[in-house]
């Protein structure tokens, strides 16, 4: 631990930084709160840690890996369970683990390997009480069955549920990425094949990594050099590289060759192809580098315009932002194939340092892929490399320069919020373009839809999948379908990719900018585009790269009725209005002109409050929230409230006497101005303590300031309530009391305080 520095520095830096992250951070501008009629949700009594998934479009199954079973579910509606096949650790097993340690919920069998073989089989692996096991499942005639002969899972799959792991099976051989014994001490690379081959357990090979994702690449095609093809691992894991006063976490890409059968005495089963790199992702402002969390192969025929996307958090100590950064596959293996080498040197007797090697390389270049090179040399497979080439790579497998994202930024950065899964699909859009639409996973349980269109990054929506906070473990999209499958601790969730029936008008729907959506004026409606829709269609309206309405029909300028609600003098009246979309700036007129600036009208993040109604506050009162998109402004009415007085026998009370009234009068200023003194030092002493961080802007100016209408992490379960632009009628609050705590507050010192001019 390090002192912090005072809040006010922290402010001051915060302030800076923020208006230098400004131009690059993003909120999603719609916000979809829970609906269960958006989302179909699977749940099994006693099951649970939903957190492997195959899809298999071609059988029309989904298969669910969840804790001690494995479910085939209906690919298009996952709440119709097809079958369903428990694999549970055994008696013995669960009482030996939890002997050595470990506690009941660790000791049962956690799915987590599920993959296809060629022979329609499918390849499981569970933890199994902390002795991890692997088998074969067969799916046929809507049955689940599991074979008989478990094999040793030891290297294929963890033995801590909670360790994260990859695998990849590529043509029958399993690539797999996790810790190879109980304490999970022992990390390990490795391909379970007739000749099997394994990483070196060394820490300039891995450094207590934590394993995200693996891919293989098919880089043998079309290679003029004839090189092989390649598997790619993303992981973290503790730097060697800096000088750092603590663990320093880096991320990093490695891979290996799909040819490679170890090395005939140097690095014998061990993999003579080993090579990493650091993967940077540079968040702006971030003084330590982010992490890796998953990432998600975006292939294409064109194996060279393939693209990893990763998804990156931060780590402790430093801002509090996530990211996605894109890498292209040759860049990072010209990294691999062209790049230096990092060497380590002893310096001040014990004290490693990694430095770049600048000395010649040997020959054939350490870490390559058997290619013509080495065939020109005599080799043909890694058995015949040199020890001269083998011994380099055993010490050196890192390489000296970092592998930089696409465009060298991230294509996205938010604050406040925790990506922990990635997605991406292609879809093509009216306008003929396929754009590249990513889905991020939060640790809310919330997904984000964002696009680049031509370097302009929208992220046109974040989607509640799940009623109460949890981390999205597992993301799996069926582009075929237009669907998204999203597994968690307590659920497994399908939607659709677009949520376009949400959008009620073209102007909406145009907006919206979703390239799943465009507006059909025959039905009006905004309508999921199917792939065969295209511009030749004609009919459909949708602009994403300029979002431009004036195709849109003219919707008429029927103005809606506005709500009726009762004023009672001297109370508050809270007349809700919360834009659709989180970009847009909120306007209040009053009997049509812009609310005067008062101290009695107070804006928040749900809508307007009045304090203290007089009759003179009857009337009309209008929202509109202004938007701009591509430079042209959207001025829309989102609630209209006419405020009428009650018929209430008020002002037939006899008036009290003038002298007592202003007596009680003062009695009361009296107390107010103690309670506030009393306030004023219970809030300094809490700042002090540091109970309550200081806000960074003029905390005086709060009230006259809307609030930012999104929050970045929105709260666990909306209500419907606060959704709708326009408010049931008991928005009429008589009872005085706003529902938004912040808001009271700040009433009941308000409420007493420009009487003076009154008497
Ligand atoms: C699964 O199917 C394969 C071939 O279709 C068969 O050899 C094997 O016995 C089956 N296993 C089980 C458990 O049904
Ligand atoms: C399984 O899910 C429960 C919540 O249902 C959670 O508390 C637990 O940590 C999960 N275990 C693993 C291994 O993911
Ligand atoms: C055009 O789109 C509409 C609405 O989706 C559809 O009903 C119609 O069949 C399409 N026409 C053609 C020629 O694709
Ligand atoms: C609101 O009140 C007016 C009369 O004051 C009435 O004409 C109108 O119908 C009321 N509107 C609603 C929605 O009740
Ligand atoms: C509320 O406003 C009325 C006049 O508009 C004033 O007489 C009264 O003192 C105010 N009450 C409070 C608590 O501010």
Redesign the pocket.
């Known amino acids: 631990m390090y002192a912090m520095p005072p809040p006010s520095v922290l402010c001051l830096l915060l302030l800076w930084t923020l208006s230098d992250i400004a131009a690059h951070e993003r909120i999603p501008r719609n916000t979809i709160p829970y609906q269960s009629d958006l989302i179909k949700l699977f749940r099994e009594e006693g099951g649970g840690n939903y957190s492997t998934m195959l899809l298999q479009e071609d059988r029309g199954v989904l298969l669910l890996g969840g804790r001690e079973a494995v479910y085939a579910l209906d690919i298009d509606d996952i709440t119709s369970r097809k079958a369903a096949v428990s694999w549970k650790a055994t008696e013995k097993g669960k009482k030996e683990c939890t002997n050595k340690g470990k506690h009941a919920e660790e000791c049962q069998n956690y799915i987590r390997v599920l993959h296809e073989m060629s ?1 329609s ?1 499918i390849y499981v692996c569970g933890t199994n009480a902390f002795d991890p096991a692997c088998g ?1 499942i ?1 799916y046929t005639e809507g049955q689940l ?3 008989e002969k478990h094999e040793d899972g030891k290297g294929k799959c963890p033995f801590d549920p909670l360790q994260r792991y990859s695998s990849v099976m590529v043509g029958g051989d399993l690539y797999s990425a996790t810790s190879n014994n109980f304490l999970g001490s022992e990390p390990v690379i490795a391909r379970s094949s007739a000749t099997q081959v394994r990483s070196e357990f060394k820490s300039s090979w891995l450094n207590e990594p934590s394993f995200v994702y693996m891919d293989q690449v098919p880089e043998s095609e079309d290679s003029p050099e004839q090189d092989d093809d390649k598997v790619y691992l993303f992981f973290s894991e503790t730097a060697v590289e800096y000088d750092f006063y603590n663990k320093l976490t880096v991320s990093r890409v490695a891979r290996v060759c799909k040819g490679d059968m170890g090395g005939r005495r140097t690095l014998q089963k061990k993999w003579t192809s080993f090579l990493k790199a650091r993967l940077d992702c540079p968040v702006p402002e971030s003084r330590l580098p982010h992490v890796v969390e998953d990432v998600f192969l975006l292939r294409d025929s064109d194996w060279r315009k393939s693209v990893f996307y990763a998804v990156f958090t931060s780590q402790p100590g430093s801002v509090d932002l996530s990211a996605v950064c894109a890498y292209s596959v040759t860049e990072i293996g010209d990294v691999f194939s062209k790049g230096r080498f990092k060497t380590p040197v002893t310096v001040a007797s014990s004290h490693v340092k990694w430095v770049m090697y600048s000395e010649d390389l040997p020959e054939p270049r350490p870490g390559a892929c058997i290619n013509n090179d080495a065939r020109a040399l005599g080799i043909e497979c890694s058995l015949d490399l040199p020890d001269k080439t083998l011994r380099f790579v055993q010490d050196r497998p890192l390489m000296d320069q970092a592998v930089m994202p696409r465009g060298r930024e991230p294509e996205l950065v938010e604050r406040g919020v925790v990506f922990t899964r990635i997605v991406v699909d292609r879809v093509k859009a009216l306008d003929g373009n396929v754009y590249e639409a990513m889905f991020i996973g939060t640790d809310k349980g919330f997904v984000q839809k964002a696009v680049n269109y031509d370097g302009e990054m929208v992220v046109i929506e974040e989607m509640q999948l799940f009623q109460t906070p949890q981390p999205i473990q597992i993301l799996r999209l069926s582009s075929k379908k237009g669907l998204l499958y999203a597994g968690s601790d307590v659920g497994a969730v399908q939607v659709s990719v677009g949520q376009c029936g949400r959008h009620a008008s073209c102007l909406d729907c145009v907006l919206a900018r979703d390239p799943y959506c465009a507006w059909d004026p025959s039905a009006s409606h905004c309508i999921m585009l199917s792939p065969q829709d295209d511009a030749s269609n004609g009919t459909l309206i949708q602009d994403v790269k300029n979002a431009d309405v004036s195709t849109c029909p003219d919707p008429g300028t029927e103005d809606p009725k506005p709500t009726n609600v009762t004023l009672i003098l001297g109370s508050n009246i809270q007349l809700k209005c919360r834009p659709d979309s989180n970009l847009a700036q909120v306007q209040w007129h009053f009997a049509s002109r812009p609310l005067p600036a008062s101290e009695k009208f107070y804006l928040y993040g749900e809508g307007l409050l009045i304090q203290n109604a007089s009759a003179t506050d009857a009337g009309l009162y209008t929202c509109v929230s202004e938007e701009e998109v591509k430079g042209r402004r959207y001025d829309r009415t989102e609630a209209l409230y006419q405020l009428v007085p009650a018929p209430s026998p008020v002002d037939v009370t006899p008036r009290t006497d003038k002298r007592v009234q202003r007596q009680s009068l003062v009695t009361l200023q009296v107390l107010v101005a103690l309670l506030a003194v009393l306030l004023a030092a219970l809030l300094a002493w809490n700042v002090w303590r540091g109970h309550i961080p200081l806000p960074c802007w003029g905390g005086g100016e709060a009230p006259a300031e809307t609030p930012a209408p999104h929050s970045p992490s929105p709260p666990p379960a909306v209500t419907p309530e606060t959704i709708n632009l326009m408010p049931p009628a008991n928005c009429n609050t008589n009872n005085n009391h706003p529902s938004n705590g912040e808001g009271s507050h700040n009433l009941d010192t308000l409420k007493y305080i420009d009487d003076e001019s009154e008497i």
């Open positions: 022979d089989r074969y067969n069955s599991m074979g």
